[in-house]
Each structure stands twice: as C-alpha cells, then as structure tokens.
C-alpha cells in the first residue's frame, strides 16, 4: 500500500473511533466505490460522512490551517477520474489530522466549495481526549 492509501486508512479508523465514542453505530465501505467512506446511525437515523485525512499544517497571519482537498481521484487501468466533493451525496465531512489524532465534523450542506477548503487548528478536537473520558 502506498502512504496515502495509509493514511486514508487511519483517518478512517479514526473517524470510526470518534463516531462510536458520540454513541454512533459506525459502517465501513468494503468496496471503496462508494460516494462515501462511512455510514453512521443514531436512534434509527442513517448519515454518509466522507473521511479526508491531513497532515501537513500551514500558517498565515490568521493562524494554523490544514488545506483540506475534497475532491478525489478514481483510477483504473486505463485512465484517472477526478470527483469533485458533492454534498447532496454526503451528510458530514469528517477531516482527520492523523499527526496529533484529532477530528473536526463538518455538515456537508454549509460546504459551497468542490475543491479545497480551509480548516484552522482550533476547529479540531482530541479523539484521544473523548477516549479518555470515555473510559
């Protein structure tokens, strides 16, 4: 595998850990052609949330941000299809910082942009943190 196909695979997990810590059952995609990584289900309500990993943080004036790109690439033998992030497939976007393992929870319908978006540090929260107090 290579370090993206990691990576997305740790977000995942992540993402997975904190939806189950906020009393969500959690459903993985086993084929990987979904318009969704995950389905969760709360008191007998079903949301698709879409899983983007980040680990490199930049700065500017403002602060510490993370560019989030949202839309995807598909390959197959014989060419490369991009996907551009569409939130009347997706309830939540769940973005990962799998360096510090935290997670912020966006509603897909407040995202106006297809291709990448901006998320600062302190929109992000401990998934190690709710563990903890969890336990």
């Known amino acids: 595998m290579d370090n993206k196909t990691n990576a997305h695979i740790i977000g995942e997990t992540l993402s997975k850990l904190y939806f189950e810590l906020q009393g969500y059952f959690v459903y993985t995609n086993s084929s990987g052609k979904a318009e969704f990584d995950l ?4 008191e007998g309500l079903l949301y698709s949330v879409e899983v983007k990993t980040v680990s490199s943080i930049k700065e500017n004036t403002i602060g510490r941000f993370f ?8 390959s197959n033998t014989t060419e490369n299809t991009i996907h551009n992030f569409d939130n009347s497939f997706i309830d939540y976007l769940a973005v990962v910082d ?5 997670i912020t929870v966006l509603n ?6 297809h291709g990448s978006l901006r998320i600062y540090e302190n929109k992000f929260k401990s998934i190690l943190d709710q563990l903890a107090e969890s336990a």
């Not at 389905?39 to 709360?42: A, L, M, P, Y």
């Not at 989030?68 to 598909?74: A, D, E, N, P």
């Open 108 to 113: 897909a319908v407040d995202i106006k942009v």
């Open 98 to 102: 799998i360096i510090n393992n935290k």
């Open 39 to 42: 389905v969760i289900s709360k």
């Open 67 to 74: 560019d989030v790109q949202l839309k995807s690439v598909r």
